[in-house]
């Protein structure tokens, strides 16, 4: 089985992403924000990769229903973080902070 936890312990650009999202939901966890259309590093075909892989694992939701307004080259209001991702996030850092 796989292991999410590990997942998100071993990969830095992951975790930056869903951290991303997670520091966004910090003033209103039922907003939904745009869509991170680069990551420093970050190839777009590895970021649209990592965004699938939030989604796998429950820990980012995605909206299609009800978009703001479009503006090419951008996905508004598409993600939010789950309570499942932050409690992943919230285990990372327990884990560093007690190592």
């Given at each position: ?10 990969s ?20 939904w ?67």
């Open positions: 089985m796989f292991d999410e936890p590990q997942r998100l312990r071993d830095r650009d992951l975790y930056r992403l869903l951290d991303h999202y997670a520091r966004l939901a910090a003033g209103d966890p039922e907003a924000h745009d869509r991170l259309m680069e990551l420093q590093g970050v190839q777009s075909k590895d970021l649209v990769r990592l965004h699938g892989e939030l989604l796998a694992h429950d820990w980012i939701e995605q909206n299609t229903g009800i978009l703001p307004v479009l503006k090419i080259g951008t996905v508004p209001g598409c993600y939010r973080v789950t309570a499942a991702g932050h409690r992943a996030l919230r285990q990372l850092e327990e884990e560093r902070a007690a190592a």
